[in-house]
């Protein structure tokens, strides 16, 4: 008897995600929220720049690279041209909060019927761990070597609470994956995604908080219990927006 496989929407291709990275988590729960909703023929992802960006390696449906940032942009001129498919980005924080803010803005404020998965790992990954826009106060990172600090590099920017300033956006939730309750609310959270876009309610995010042990400098248990302790209490979990619930 089969108790555990792949997802039919993953490729047999071995992720190149370092040990305790939570990417792959994210990827699996996409890929089985595609096969639920028997959307694999007609669904187009597109990839980020960034730890993500072999995306298209992974996911059997078919897939575009966008520079980076520009995922927003290239979802809306897919899913405009070709309306009957399902569009999905899938971002990370860097790409999506920082090189890209104007493209999700602007994609969110014209309530664009694109399902958007955001990795907020609060920090550049790929690159070798940069502050991002999302690296919290006091965080060290390579380019904020003594904490972020306020005065000289802002404070953390919250994309579901910004983005639910809008009037456009149908659907807007921050989930984690750092533990089996967790995986299985976000898990919903990502199927609603796709299901709202396939209902044709508009323009739907859901933010992951993702760990990055590797830049983080931690082992991948101890970033899982830093989501805990410093990642959720500077961005709560919860729905920021829901127009099917309103
Ligand atoms: C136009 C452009 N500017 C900068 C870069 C360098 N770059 C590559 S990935 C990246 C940030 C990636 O961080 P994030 O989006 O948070 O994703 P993660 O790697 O953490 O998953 C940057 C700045 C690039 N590839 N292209
Ligand atoms: S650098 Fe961080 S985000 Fe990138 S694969 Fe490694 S753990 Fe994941």
């Given at each position: 008897m089969v108790v555990f496989e792949k997802p039919h929407?993953?490729?047999d291709a071995v992720l190149h995600?370092?040990?305790?990275?939570t990417h792959g988590i994210v990827h699996r729960l996409v890929a089985e929220s595609i096969d639920e909703l028997g959307i694999e023929g007609k669904t187009i992802g597109i990839a980020p720049v960034?730890?993500?960006?072999?995306a298209y390696n992974y996911f059997n449906c078919d897939m575009i690279e966008a520079a980076h940032g520009r995922a927003p942009a290239v979802a809306t001129g897919v899913k405009r041209a070709l309306p009957d498919n399902i569009v999905f980005a899938y971002q990370g924080d860097g790409d999506?909060?920082?090189?890209?803010l104007c493209e999700t803005v602007s994609t969110a404020c014209r309530g664009e019927n694109v399902t958007i998965i955001f990795i907020n790992?609060?920090?550049?990954?790929?690159?070798?761990?940069q502050m991002a826009p999302?690296?919290?106060?006091?965080q060290v990172t390579q380019t904020s070597p003594?904490?972020?600090?306020p005065k000289t590099q802002g404070y953390p920017i919250r994309i579901c609470e910004l983005l639910a300033t809008?009037?456009?956006?149908?659907y807007l939730e921050r989930v984690t994956v750092n533990s089996v309750k967790n995986v299985n609310r976000a898990k919903k959270a990502i199927k609603k995604a796709f299901q709202n876009q396939i209902d044709g309610k508009g323009f739907s995010l859901v933010e992951v908080l993702s760990a990055c042990p590797t830049n983080w400098g931690m082992t991948p248990q101890k970033a899982l219990q830093w989501i805990d302790e410093a990642m959720i209490p500077a961005y709560p979990l919860g729905v920021f927006r829901d127009k099917g619930a309103e």
């Open positions: 929407a993953l490729t995600y370092c040990p305790g990275c960034g730890c993500s960006v072999l999506l909060a920082s090189i890209g790992n609060a920090i550049y990954g790929m690159t070798g761990g999302t690296s919290l106060l006091g003594y904490g972020r600090d809008l009037d456009a956006p149908a």
